[in-house]
């Protein structure tokens, strides 16, 4: 190294960043910046609707307010049908993503073709939404909680799978060659080696998966898949404001209920 | 160790087991099968409560098979339509990240405990739990009647769950710093904005960034699905072709969303494993 660079190298002012990196972030700022600009203005929103915009919540929240309480008592049956709906769909979750995971999983798998089609199922579970879910759903058995069970279920395959599938292979192998020097079969091996390391991380996973469900299952209504949503459309179709926001205020309770729930097992597990 | 185990059990008249078993994540049995039975009953009670159709269901099986069968091949005809609702998904989930990021961190700093006074820190919590409690289809329908239908309302929808989904996390990693630095920085008599740019700032900007491109992958995948109650985007086309039984389109449709939560994963990917 000559004397210049080594001049260069100790500057008489401390700078975090040398003047090419201070380039480059700029470059980058700007390009995100431009993204940005690119999106919002071939959106075409039309700016003058922000202009009654305020006028127009506040219209909303008058109508509103007071809630129509007396509504609660038509609520309760749908509620707990929402409930239900989502943790029958975790709970199918659970028997599906299982296997699905083990093959998804780089060690468990049994070549390169059985761990690419885990990965695909995976994938693709989780880059199609449970509300389009529901639609394909509704399609087939017709509108009802059994098609959002299914629609909570397909959804949550991809969430479950890949978490799991990523714990098995960051297990210990110790136990696994442990296990296997003793001659066991590939199920033994499963049960006692690999499972017990991934069974807190399993539960862990379907108790949070479960907590999201419960907001999931709210809107698959829309659809007509049963739960909540269904009353929600029909008094916002109707504009029956004062119900809705009885409707919205019992989500409200159920959903930080089901999330306190879920951060209390989690925080036990681990 | 053993034999002292051993020797400990027989003095406290406690006999070693005969046979090994896998030790269980909760000990105590009564719990463990009373959570056992529970779960049957509760599984039995919800099956019970649930109205399904049988019959209907009966009926729908060859109608599942014929809506497979009508999905296959896929219809690619109409690509433009299809690509304008594309890009116009992936328009609305950049637009909304990006101005999610901006509005996550003022949100996020008033949500962490450790900078803000308590006032401060309750009302950005209470923000943060009232937004994430709701689904973004509801948000949704609530700026569809506010701003009209079109994309301008799926833009807001999902710049709401970004900015408090961001924030929520950024909060949560600020309370979680060591408190050495914050103290140093405090006692060389620093004012806020110094304390945000000299401390805050080099712990939390790169998971802030790895959350926020993490954010943007689920807002693409959001944004497929805030056009089925009007708020644009290719999921209003999908609402659509499901309506008017366009199921070879469809398809099509599905597989691009796919294809585009794909890219958008490994990008994702990419981007987070070159800032770690």
């Known amino acids: ?270 | 160790m053993t034999t002292a185990n051993q020797a400990q059990n027989s003095q406290n008249n406690v006999p070693v087991p005969r046979e090994w078993h896998t030790i269980k994540l909760i000990q105590n049995p009564y719990y463990r099968y009373g959570l056992i039975v529970a779960t049957i009953a509760y599984f039995i009670f919800a099956l019970t409560t649930l109205e399904v159709d049988w019959s209907r269901i009966y009926t729908g099986l060859p109608r599942a098979g014929d809506i497979f069968v009508r999905m296959v091949p896929p219809d690619f005809s109409r690509w433009s339509l299809l690509t304008r609702g594309i890009l116009e998904s992936v328009q609305i989930a950049l637009a909304a990240s990006f101005f999610g990021m901006i509005l996550a961190i003022p949100l996020g700093l008033c949500g962490a405990r450790n900078l803000v006074p308590k006032p401060v820190y309750l009302v950005a919590r209470s923000i943060i739990v009232l937004t994430r409690s709701f689904h973004e289809i509801i948000i949704a329908i609530f700026f569809v009647k506010i701003f009209g239908f079109g994309p301008l309302a799926g833009v807001l929808t999902l710049i709401v769950a970004s900015t408090n989904f961001i924030a929520k996390m950024l909060a949560e990693d600020i309370e979680n710093m060591p408190a050495g630095q914050l103290e140093a920085i405090r006692a060389t008599g620093a004012s806020f904005p110094k304390l945000l740019i000299y401390c805050i700032s080099p712990q939390a900007l790169p998971r802030y960034l790895g959350v926020s491109i993490y954010r943007l992958d689920a807002n693409i995948r959001h944004s497929t699905v805030v056009g089925i109650v009007g708020a644009g985007g290719i999921g209003q086309v999908l609402a659509a072709t499901f309506t008017r039984y366009d199921y070879d389109f469809s398809l099509a449709i599905l597989m691009c969303i796919v294809g585009l939560v794909f890219v958008g994963e490994f990008f994702s990917n990419w981007v987070r494993g070159r800032l770690r």
């Open chain 1, 1 to 270: 190294m000559t004397d210049v660079k080594h001049a260069k190298k100790y500057p008489e002012i401390w700078q975090r960043f040398t003047p090419r990196e201070t380039l480059l972030r700029y470059v980058w700022y700007m390009s995100v910046v431009g993204i940005a600009v690119w999106s919002v203005s071939n959106l075409n929103i039309p700016w003058f609707y922000f202009l009654d915009a305020h006028v127009q919540a506040g219209d909303l929240l008058t109508r509103m307010w007071p809630p129509a309480w007396g509504y609660v008592d038509q609520l309760l049956g749908a509620l707990l049908e929402t409930v239900h709906i989502a943790t029958l769909g975790t709970a199918v979750t659970v028997v599906i993503s299982f296997p699905i995971a083990f093959l998804a999983a780089r060690n468990t798998t049994y070549n390169k073709a059985t761990w690419l089609f885990g990965r695909l199922i995976l994938v693709t579970s989780r880059s199609v939404n449970t509300v389009i879910w529901g639609l394909l759903f509704v399609a087939i058995f017709g509108p009802g909680a059994l098609a959002g069970i299914w629609a909570i279920a397909l959804r949550s395959i991809g969430f479950t799978g890949k978490l799991i599938a990523e714990a098995i292979e960051e297990i210990d192998q110790g136990p696994v060659e442990a296990i296997e020097s003793t001659g066991a079969s590939r199920m033994q091996v499963l049960w006692f080696g690999i499972l017990p390391q991934v069974l807190p991380v399993i539960y862990g996973t379907v108790v949070y998966r479960w907590d999201i469900n419960i907001r999931e299952s709210t809107v698959l209504g829309f659809v007509g898949a049963g739960g909540i949503g269904i009353l929600l459309y029909s008094s916002v179709n109707q504009f029956l404001w004062r119900e809705v926001s009885v409707i919205l205020i019992s989500v409200f309770i159920v959903v930080v209920i089901s999330e306190f729930i879920s951060a209390a097992v989690r925080e036990r597990i681990t």
